[in-house]
């Protein structure tokens, strides 16, 4: 049971690198963390708490991410920053070493993120929390909003392909995904909140239904039948 009197009156400030899959994600935990009582930071507005997603599919990406994570501890100084994502994934030391880094999780942790924020005071250490890439099992729904009308919803993750000049799959694990059901019920979910269009993402679509034995034609056509949405892309 997570105490959630310790989120009281805390702000948080998001921050994302990299693909829509990265953005979708970063959704997703902030209404996380809003359920549990902490405020979204204003725009300009300093924040107790900083959520930064990262990316790594290149060295140039993990330079841009190291001077986000330093830019960002500056704007907000004496916040607890997390850090996720790729980059977090494959080379946490690296982020360790940056003075006022508190916390990084792995891709298996980050969905988790509330249960690791149960202590907000700062250490002089960050704490590294990265499980080995055979462990990355975890599928966790994503979807968030552009604009008023267009969503991006997450239907698959991962890759088993281990290209040689690809990291995503020590990055993101092997290809999973959502049943198709729970992917039309956060379908309706958009459409609920005004959504009309919406853009499908995931590392490999093409790899949909491996592990709930499903095909893509099917979720097009289960998708379809959403209310209220006029495109899906």
Known sequence: MIDRSVFENKTAA????????????????????????????????????????????TELAD???????????????????????????LKPEEIAAIEGVDLILGSEQKHDVLKYLTDLEKKDKSKIVVSETKRIKTFAPSLSADDR????????????????YCTIPFARGRSRNAPIAQLVRQAEEAAGEGGK??????????????T??????????AL???EGIERFR
């Open 197 to 210: 269009e919406i853009v499908l993402t995931g590392v490999n679509i093409g790899d949909f239904g491996r």
């Open 63 to 89: 330079k841009k991410g190291r001077q986000a994570i330093r830019k960002i501890i500056r704007q907000h100084p004496g916040a607890f920053v997390v850090v996720i994502g790729c980059y977090a994934q």
């Open 149 to 164: 009308t267009r969503y991006f919803l997450k239907v698959q993750d991962g890759c088993n392909y281990f290209c040689t």
């Open 224 to 226: 379809d039948e959403v």
């Open 14 to 57: 998001y921050y994302t690198l990299g693909c829509k899959l990265n953005f979708a994600e970063t959704s997703a935990l902030g209404r996380q963390l809003t359920q549990a009582g902490i405020t979204r930071a204003r725009k300009g507005q300093r924040a107790d708490i900083c959520i930064i997603n990262t990316c790594s599919v």
């Open 212 to 221: 709930t034995n499903e095909s893509f034609f099917d979720l097009l056509k």
